[in-house]
């Protein structure tokens, strides 16, 4: 079992040979795009993606001939969403826009190593792009873009490499259970322990981003489009926007980076999350809390738990919420809780709202049709957000990396 990982190997300043290998990756995206639309007009009929490798080998672009591939390849990804998207939408337009610019990609074929840099191959009796990497890095890729950063204005080189997961087998058969909420994004109970990661920090960037919005917007209303205030306004906005996002994507790395090595330690099998997909058809709150759920980024976390633990060999599956956090552990009276903490009303049990959540997800995973807890829980642990938080294992994010190919060293 193997998985893909991509890291940014290296950036560079613009340059006149990058922006024409940029360029010609558009002519090669937009001719792909024109023929397909042609032959769709004339003929009625969409072309494989064989027939158009084909055709577009005749071209003999001035580049390597599965880098052609890999960009035509790239639009026919966009047409089976277009295929997926119009069984729902009848109105769904397939892609039609050609590009000055595409992003260009290199297959592992025309990548090789030498002397601490990668070898991007142009293609037969051209030369060839050098770039230096890491050690690392010293392994031949399955693909490398060269992707051009609007905001940063210079090229990133994202290399995808083939990674070889950890084994992990505990003698035991342990399970973790998740309940994920906006304001705790992480409650686990093992069937013992229970841990909570506190959410509020996220909340309270998301909190400023939403005002600050509402003030930058309204500034910009004001201003004729295209003025020198508006492309400033546009330009702060646009700075801040982007710094809130990385602040978000940087502490939801932490939090679900913390929990899956917390689960490593523990020796955990498995980690069960609770399915929750479909929570925004049915919500219907305040305009404050609506704001606040639509706002809440489970869909992520829950990505980022799957392919953090699948990494460590730990198994990730989904259970129905349903009535998990209304359900008193001890007697199964249902109970709706209106705070924090759960007071079941029939035999007096307590809990931390979110850990009785956790617990019944965990209960229905084991398949007990009736497990009463005797007592109150434990106290949960609790994990506050610091821009320090670290994993509580030795996993490195470059360990297990495969070479496509024996790398040549001079």
């Not at 500034?219 to 926007?241: D, E, Q, Y």
């Not at 392919?307 to 259970?319: D, F, N, P, S, W």
């Not at 249902?334 to 705070?339: A, D, E, R």
Request: glycine share 6%; hydrophobic share 30%.
């Amino acid at each position: 079992m193997s998985n893909y990982r991509t890291y940014i190997i290296h950036t560079c300043e613009r340059t006149d040979e990058l922006d024409a290998i940029n360029e010609l990756g558009g002519r090669i995206y937009s001719k792909t795009v024109s023929l397909v639309r042609k032959v769709n007009d004339r003929k009625d009929f969409w072309l494989s993606v064989g027939d158009a490798k084909k055709y577009l080998r005749c071209l003999e672009y001035p580049c390597h001939a599965h880098s052609v591939q890999a960009i035509i390849d790239d639009y026919y990804g966009a047409l089976r969403s277009f295929f997926s998207r119009r069984k729902r939408d009848p109105k769904a337009r397939p892609p039609y826009k050609t590009r000055k610019y595409h992003p260009f990609t290199w297959r592992a074929t025309g990548i090789s190593i030498q002397d601490d840099k990668m070898r991007l191959s142009m293609g037969k009796d051209r030369d060839a792009i050098l770039i230096p990497v890491a050690k690392v890095f010293g392994k031949v890729a399955v693909e490398v873009s060269m992707i051009y950063n609007r905001k940063k204005r210079c090229f990133e080189f994202h290399a995808t490499y083939q990674v070889k997961p950890t084994q992990h087998r505990p003698k035991k058969r342990s399970a973790v259970a998740v309940d994920m909420g906006e304001i705790h994004p992480i409650s686990a109970f093992d069937g013992q322990q229970a841990l909570i990661i506190n959410g509020r920090f996220i909340r309270s960037v998301k909190q400023y981003r939403n005002k600050f919005l509402a003030r930058i917007n309204h500034k910009i209303s004001r201003c004729k489009r295209g003025s020198h205030r508006w492309k400033v306004l546009k330009a702060a906005k646009n700075r801040v926007l982007t710094k809130i996002k990385n602040q978000i994507k940087d502490t939801e790395h932490k939090i679900t980076s913390f929990f899956v090595s917390a689960c490593r330690v523990n020796k955990a099998q498995t980690i069960v999350l609770g399915d929750i997909k479909h929570i925004r058809q049915s919500i219907n709150y305040s305009k404050r809390s609506n704001q606040k759920l639509h706002q809440w980024s489970f869909g992520k976390i829950s990505r980022m738990i799957t392919y953090k633990a699948e990494q460590l060999g730990i198994e990730v599956k989904t259970e129905s919420e349903k009535y998990t956090s209304q359900t008193c552990p001890s007697c199964k009276h249902k109970h709706k809780p209106s705070g924090r903490v759960y007071k079941c009303p029939k035999c007096g049990w307590t809990g931390h709202r979110d850990v009785v959540g956790a617990s019944n997800i965990w209960t229905k995973y084991q398949g007990w049709v009736f497990n009463p807890v005797v007592g109150v829980l434990a106290s949960p642990a609790g994990v506050r957000f610091t821009p320090h938080l670290r994993r509580l294992d030795s996993w490195s994010p470059f360990r297990g990396l495969i070479s496509k190919k024996p790398v040549k060293n001079r």
